[in-house]
Antibody, heavy 118, light 108 residues
Framework: QVQLVQSGAEVKKPGASVKVSCKAS????????IHWVRQAPGQGLEWMGI????????SYAQTLQGRVTMTRDTSTSTVYMDLSSLRSEDTAVYYC???????????WGQGTLVTVSS | EIVLTQSPGTLSLSPGERATLSCRAS???????LAWYHQKPGQAPRLLIY???SRATGIPDRFSGSGSGTDFTLTISRLEPEDFAVYYC?????????FGQGTKVEIK
C-alpha cells in the first residue's frame, strides 16, 4: 500500500534551519510528484512547493523563495524539505503529499510538527 | 494567482442534515483542476473530490461536487458523525497550487 512516512517532530531556535524527510513506499517513486504543504496552529493549508522525484526539478511558493529547498534521494525513495532562517511564524505541521502528475494530492504523510522558539 | 474563497466559515448542522459548502475562485478555473479535502483534528487532509465532481477512491456517495467557472459546491447529502471536520477546496494542476481557507462543519 502507498505510504508516505515523515520524520519526527523538531524544535528549533529562530535563525536555525530544519530538514524534514518524507519516505515513500508502495509505488514507483519517480512516477509521482511530491508537494510540501504546511499548516500553522489553528490555520489553513499553505502550499510550499513541489519536486519532481524523477528529475529533481522544483518549484517553490513565492513567499518562501530563498528559504526553502526540496531535494530527493532516489536510492531511498525519500524527499527532503529544508527550511532556513526559521522564525516563529514557521511553527507549523509540515506535510508531504503525492501528486499523480499535476493531479490532486491523493496520499499524504502523517505530518511533522516544527516548533520555532527561543 | 488564483484566490479561493470558501463560505460559510462555519456550518452548524445536526447528523442527518444536508451540508452545502461553497468555493469561489477569483478567476475562472478549469473544473478539471478543482478538488475538495476534509481534515479531522490531528490528521492529515484526505482527498474527497477531484475534477470538481469525481469522488476519490473509497469516498461514499453522500459526497458530491459540482460547479464550473468560478463557483464550486461540495454537498454532503446526509451528515454522518464522522463528517464533522474542516473542508478545503483546492486548485491544482498549474504552476501554482492554492487552497481555500476552509469551512468547519460542526455539530449543532
Amino acid at each position: 500500500q502507498v505510504q508516505l512516512v515523515q520524520s519526527g517532530a523538531e524544535v528549533k531556535k529562530p535563525g536555525a534551519s530544519v530538514k524534514v524527510s518524507c519516505k515513500a513506499s508502495g509505488y514507483t517513486f519517480t512516477s509521482y510528484y511530491i508537494h510540501w504543504v504546511r499548516q500553522a496552529p489553528g490555520q489553513g493549508l499553505e502550499w510550499m512547493g513541489i519536486i519532481n522525484p524523477s528529475t529533481g526539478v522544483t518549484s517553490y511558493a513565492q513567499t518562501l523563495q530563498g528559504r526553502v529547498t526540496m531535494t530527493r534521494d532516489t536510492s531511498t525513495s525519500t524527499v527532503y524539505m529544508d527550511l532556513s532562517s526559521l522564525r516563529s511564524e514557521d511553527t507549523a505541521v509540515y506535510y508531504c503529499a503525492r501528486d499523480p502528475r499535476l493531479g490532486p494530492f491523493d496520499y499524504w504523510g502523517q505530518g511533522t510538527l516544527v516548533t520555532v522558539s527561543s | 494567482e488564483i484566490v479561493l474563497t470558501q463560505s460559510p466559515g462555519t456550518l452548524s448542522l445536526s447528523p442527518g442534515e444536508r451540508a452545502t459548502l461553497s468555493c469561489r475562485a477569483s478567476q475562472s478555473v478549469s473544473s478539471s483542476y478543482l478538488a475538495w479535502y476534509h481534515q479531522k483534528p490531528g490528521q492529515a487532509p484526505r482527498l474527497l473530490i477531484y475534477g470538481a465532481s469525481s469522488r476519490a477512491t473509497g469516498i461514499p456517495d453522500r459526497f458530491s461536487g459540482s460547479g464550473s467557472g468560478t463557483d464550486f459546491t461540495l454537498t454532503i447529502s446526509r451528515l454522518e458523525p464522522e463528517d464533522f471536520a474542516v473542508y478545503y477546496c483546492q486548485h491544482y494542476g498549474s504552476s501554482l497550487w492554492t487552497f481555500g481557507q476552509g469551512t468547519k462543519v460542526e455539530i449543532k
